[in-house]
């Protein structure tokens, strides 16, 4: 199959374009140089880019990803996140190809006790979350063959995230102190990765959750990372959400169910810890 995926330099982009190369032909795109050059908030260039490589798939990337960045700039995030993602949902539906859009838990006001599943009421409380949301939205009511995989607290031994962080700022502090009244679901992004090159040529449109199995506090994120890396001696300590002012509010409670997936019999997530142990792994030989 020919995929096209958008965001292809970024954390998450880059790992589906090394995993859809062993079967399918993929086409990579993004905003950077070293792939083909498709800026998805251009409408003309997304329905030339779509017309001339006709692919059979889209896995849309693409994102403004700073959820702060969002915050201050919600036209820049709305331009992005639901014109860009527009743009490709009705270039998909021109030339009948499936689309793949990440989403994410920002869809959710986090005030739930209980996991979210695929059918709960969204409710965005932030502008990233609310441009995700106008996204998925366009792709739900303009492409006919969409998946929508909403996912949280992507990771990566590459690109911008939080076991990154926790990493770095430990090599240099014997103290962090991490917010530990925010819960969710760690996600590796290469099982996110594969679950998406899973999708290719499905018919079973629709949307999914995925993440790791389980869920966890930034706090327990934070001692995870720095028990599996062996930086015991560094002290963890829990704080309160207002102690770490952000321009943005986030979700206190984002756990995403995989109901879909449970309901097929088909979920096979990993728990988030054995993926902190291979992180921390490849994060180890990517020092030496
Ligand atoms: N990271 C998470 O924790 C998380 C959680 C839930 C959902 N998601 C979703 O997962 C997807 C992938 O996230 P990620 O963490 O891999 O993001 P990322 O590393 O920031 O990658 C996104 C890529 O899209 C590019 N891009 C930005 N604006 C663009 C435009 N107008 N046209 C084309 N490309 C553009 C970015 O380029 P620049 O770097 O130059 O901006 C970057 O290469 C996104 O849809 C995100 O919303 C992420």
């Known amino acids: 199959m020919r995929v096209l995926v958008t965001g292809a330099c970024g954390m998450l982009g880059s790992l589906v374009c090394d995993g859809l190369g062993k079967e399918h032909h993929v086409i990579p795109t993004d905003v950077l140089s070293g792939c083909e050059m498709l800026d998805i908030s251009d409408t003309n260039a997304v329905f030339d880019v779509l017309n001339r490589i006709r692919p059979d798939m889209v896995i849309h990337c693409a994102a403004m990803t700073d959820v702060d960045g969002c915050e201050r700039e919600p036209d820049k995030a709305f331009k992005i996140n639901a014109v860009g993602t527009w743009n490709l949902a009705c270039a998909c539906a021109s030339i009948d190809c499936a689309m793949a859009y990440v989403c994410t838990d920002y869809v959710f006001d986090g005030e ?61 502090n014997k103290q962090l102190k991490i917010v530990a009244d925010q819960v969710g679901c760690p996600t590796y992004a290469k099982d996110l990765a594969s679950f998406l090159i899973g999708l290719v040529g499905s018919p079973l449109y629709g949307v999914y959750h995925y993440t790791n199995a389980g869920s966890c506090s930034w706090y327990e994120f934070a001692k995870e990372i720095l028990s599996k890396a062996g930086m015991t001696d560094v002290e963890v300590v829990p704080i309160k959400t207002e102690d770490w002012p952000t ?40 020092k030496q």
């Not at 792709?139 to 969409?146: D, F, L, T």
């Not at 911008?160 to 962080?165: A, I, T």
């Not at 169910?257 to 180890?284: I, K, T």
């Open 247 to 286: 321009p943005t509010r986030r979700p206190k409670y984002s756990v995403l169910r995989h109901y879909r997936m449970e309901l097929l019999g088909r979920d096979s997530a990993r728990p988030w810890q054995d993926a902190v142990a291979e992180f921390v792994a490849a994060w180890n030989t990517a």
């Open 112 to 172: 739930s006790g209980v996991p979210y599943t695929e059918f709960d009421q969204t409710n965005p409380i932030s502008a990233y979350g609310a441009s995700k949301l106008a996204g998925e939205m366009a792709v739900r009511e303009i492409c006919p063959k969409h998946y929508v995989v909403r996912t949280s607290w992507v990771f990566a031994p590459h690109g911008k995230n939080f076991p990154l962080s926790i990493l770095r700022a430990a090599q240099t």
